[in-house]
């Protein structure tokens, strides 16, 4: 990885944000990472077909993944490797296929050992379709992709 002299935190967000865009599941969804800063990370995604329930809107799972992805790449900042604790995630609206979702995680709490997330995933009309509220552990070591 080639750093930024001038600015090496700009270098690791856009680094994060390079290999967010090679990530299988990410990739597999389509899921694009808009921006990575210092404990926060936006990502979106179009609902597709193959992301419908049984009721003909945008599967849980698809939207947690949206999030779970911002999230990822939000406590993965600090310079220290983080994992996801817990995510607990309340849905408040439906997305249908072909709505754009954006998912923001920002941190609202950190420590040594622990950052604490929250995570709002939005349709593109600025609707509410689901929030989050995400622990992290942080390890003594960098992220092993930084």
Same mark, same amino acid.
């Given at each position: $990885?080639?750093?930024? /002299?001038?600015?090496?935190?700009?270098? !690791?967000?856009? !680094?994060?944000?390079?290999?967010?865009?090679?990530?299988?599941?990410? @990739?597999? $969804?389509?899921?694009?990472?808009?921006?990575? +800063?210092?404990?926060?990370?936006?990502?979106?995604? &179009?609902?597709?077909?193959? $992301?419908?329930?049984?009721?003909?809107? #945008?599967?849980? +799972? =698809?939207?947690?993944?949206?999030?779970?992805?911002?999230?990822?790449?939000?406590?993965?900042?600090?310079?220290?490797?983080? %994992?996801?604790?817990?995510?607990?995630? &309340? %849905?408040? #609206?439906? #997305?249908?296929?072909?709505?754009?979702?954006? =998912?923001?995680? @920002?941190?609202?709490?950190?420590?040594? @050992? !622990? +950052?604490? %997330?929250?995570?709002?995933?939005?349709?593109?009309?600025? #609707?509410?379709?689901? &929030?989050?509220?995400?622990? =992290? %552990? @942080?390890?003594?070591?960098?992220? /092993?992709?930084?």
């Amino acid at each position: $990885m080639q750093r930024d /002299p001038e600015n090496p935190l700009n270098s !690791t967000f856009e !680094t994060m944000k390079n290999l967010s865009l090679d990530e299988p599941l990410a @990739r597999t $969804m389509g899921i694009k990472c808009l921006e990575v +800063g210092e404990g926060s990370a936006a990502c979106s995604m &179009t609902v597709t077909e193959g $992301m419908k329930n049984l009721f003909g809107t #945008a599967h849980g +799972g =698809a939207i947690f993944a949206l999030m779970d992805e911002a999230f990822q790449l939000a406590c993965n900042t600090r310079g220290s490797a983080s %994992y996801a604790l817990n995510v607990s995630v &309340t %849905y408040v #609206a439906a #997305a249908r296929v072909g709505d754009s979702i954006r =998912a923001v995680a @920002r941190e609202i709490s950190t420590t040594s @050992r !622990t +950052g604490v %997330y929250e995570i709002t995933a939005q349709r593109g009309d600025g #609707a509410l379709i689901a &929030t989050a509220q995400a622990v =992290a %552990y @942080r390890k003594k070591e960098p992220p /092993p992709f930084l």
